[in-house]
């Protein structure tokens, strides 16, 4: 059975510093989507970042990037220059086969990232 | 745009009584699914649907039933009310086969059963 795991329950940052959220994922599929959601106070929840099982690149989105190392089953999420905005929870979830086949996602514990100005 | 809207936000239900939770997308997107928030645990699966008349048993499907007459409605019915489903409920779309791009979610429903 496919399982992600966030270690971290709660991370501080200071504002303007980079911060990396930790995330990895057991899965015995070749062909696999991994996903990045931000949920603030509010509660919605916001997409970030989507990286492929087949991708030989780093996904980026304007400051986020996703740290994909295959061998190791790790999909971390990369905040460069932290802003008080960014506090949030963060969620790390997976979906079998590369395309999201029914909007079916697997999720993680979340991270509760703290920015500090 | 109005996404993908649940109603309602908040709901209040005492042990055995049965309400649905309404959700309807505006995008056409052929994929909805629900899922439930709890602390500590992230989102879980709970139904999905691929398209109109077509639905799935996801990971915490017991005590939950679904439907999908249309594109645009995926409605979530609990039929007898636990305290256990005292949760946050999200019910999410995207647009289909062969997209790789995120879920679109809606603003989530708290549900307390007393």
């Known amino acids: 059975a496919q399982k992600i795991t966030q270690t971290q329950p709660g991370m501080f940052v200071q504002e303007k510093e980079a911060v990396t959220l930790d995330c990895t994922y057991d899965?015995?599929?070749?062909?696999?989507?991994l996903f990045w959601y931000k949920q603030p106070s509010s509660g919605e929840m916001i997409f970030l970042i989507y990286?492929?099982?087949?991708?030989?690149q780093n996904a980026t989105e304007g400051r986020y990037s996703l740290n994909f190392q295959k061998a190791r089953k790790s999909a971390n999420l990369v905040i460069s220059a932290s802003q008080l905005g960014d506090s949030a929870m963060y969620f790390c979830?997976?979906?079998?086969?590369?395309?999201?086949?029914?909007?079916?996602?697997?999720f993680g514990q979340g991270t509760e990232l703290s920015v500090k100005p | 745009n109005a996404g993908v809207t649940q109603t309602p936000k908040f709901q209040v239900l005492k042990t055995g009584q049965s309400m649905t939770l309404q959700c309807a997308q505006d995008?056409?997107?052929?994929?909805m699914s629900w899922y439930r928030q709890d602390p500590g645990m992230g989102l879980r699966l709970i139904h999905y649907?691929?398209?109109?008349?077509?639905?799935d048993q996801g990971e915490v499907p017991n005590g939950y039933n679904v439907s999908r007459s249309t594109t645009e409605d995926f409605p979530l019915r609990l039929l007898s009310a636990a305290p256990s489903q005292t949760s946050v409920y999200f019910c999410?779309?995207?647009?289909?086969?062969?997209?790789?791009?995120?879920?679109?979610f809606g603003e989530g429903s708290r549900l307390t059963v007393l």
């Open positions: 999410a779309s995207t647009v289909g086969q062969g997209w790789t791009g995120e879920l679109f």
């Open positions: 899965t015995s599929d070749q062909s696999y989507g």
């Open positions: 649907s691929v398209g109109a008349g077509i639905t």
């Open positions: 979830a997976m979906t079998r086969q590369l395309f999201n086949q029914g909007g079916k996602l697997i």
């Open positions: 990286q492929g099982s087949y991708d030989e």
């Open positions: 995008m056409n997107h052929e994929y």
